[in-house]
């Protein structure tokens, strides 16, 4: 298994890019997630990312930071009203100058389904959707990256993607070799809680990148420091290692729940669990 973790942007007001990569690299980080977005960093400042990245020959992932959604939407009403077609076509462009430095262009991208208050349907629709005009965008610019849909919790609103048979319903939706899901060990282990979920061979066929992070049940946090995790997830990562021992594991802690302990926090997770992967 690769081991990477999200770059969150907001840390590098505490430590310099490189310092930041070569230390989490040192400690056996080999890939990083990224949600490129030019309102967030400059493009200079993720080249900078994708160089290190190719100096190191650390593998490059996304995840898509406009969420599906009626704002976002890609077809019909609302795509004529807001910039969602816009807005993913810059993704797209800047995945492709990133990739031109960083020399991987069969990375995975993660997409979020669409929450909903009313219609699944619709937001189901609209979630496929978004995945084939991703493809359709990656396909115009010869980008060979994956699209995951990843599996998320069933807390609080209502997503698509918080069970496994939705998930693969909009996998059965979609044609092409492109497409696969993004196992959230955390999401779905909490959808099973106190029960641990099984392996079904169905599911985890169609598994091509994963994430982890921890979960804090006096607070409800998620997205927090796996070593402070309060529920122990190792039989799953086990499992998924043995079933799909090339995937990449992907420590996604976010400074908005671990707080200025970030840095220090994501350290010792990536410690840790390059020992485990």
């Known amino acids: 298994m690769k081991l990477g973790f999200t770059f969150d942007e907001k840390a590098i007001s ?4 490189s310092d930041w990569i070569s230390k989490a690299h040192s400690l056996g980080a080999n890939a990083i997630e990224l949600a490129p977005d030019k309102n967030i960093l400059s493009v200079s400042q993720y080249l900078e990312i994708a160089g290190l990245a190719a100096d190191l020959g650390i593998e490059l992932n996304y995840h898509i930071p406009y969420f599906a959604s009626e704002y976002y939407s890609v077809s019909g009403f609302y795509s004529d009203i807001y910039e969602g077609k816009k807005a993913y076509a810059g993704f797209v462009d800047l995945l492709e ?6 020399g991987n262009s069969d990375s995975t991208i993660v997409v979020h389904g669409e929450e909903f208050s009313s219609s699944s349907k619709k937001s189901l629709e609209r979630t496929v959707e978004l995945m084939e005009y991703i493809s359709d965008l990656l396909e115009s610019k010869n980008l060979n990256h994956r699209v995951a849909i990843e599996s998320l919790g069933l807390g609080g609103k209502e997503k ?3 069970s496994r048979p939705e998930l693969l319903e909009i996998l059965d939706r979609l044609s092409g070799n492109r497409f696969g899901i993004c196992l959230d060990i955390c999401h779905d282990s909490m959808n099973y809680f106190p029960s641990k979920p099984n392996s079904d061979s169905d599911f985890y066929e169609k598994i091509i990148y994963s994430h982890i992070h921890g979960f804090d049940f006096s607070t409800g946090k998620k997205h927090m420091s796996f070593c ?4 122990n997830f190792l039989d799953q ?4 290692k043995q079933i799909k021992p090339e995937i990449t594991l992907n420590i996604e802690s976010l400074s908005d729940f671990t707080g200025s302990s970030y840095l220090e926090e994501l350290f010792c997770d990536i410690s840790t669990l390059s020992k485990l992967v």
């Not at 505490?14 to 890019?17: A, E, L, Q, V």
């Not at 990562?237 to 998924?240: A, M």
């Open 228 to 231: 402070n995790s309060q529920i």
């Open 160 to 162: 698509v993607g918080n």
């Open 97 to 102: 100058q990133i990739s031109l430095v960083a």
């Open 14 to 17: 505490h430590i310099s890019i």
């Open 237 to 240: 990562i086990f499992s998924l």
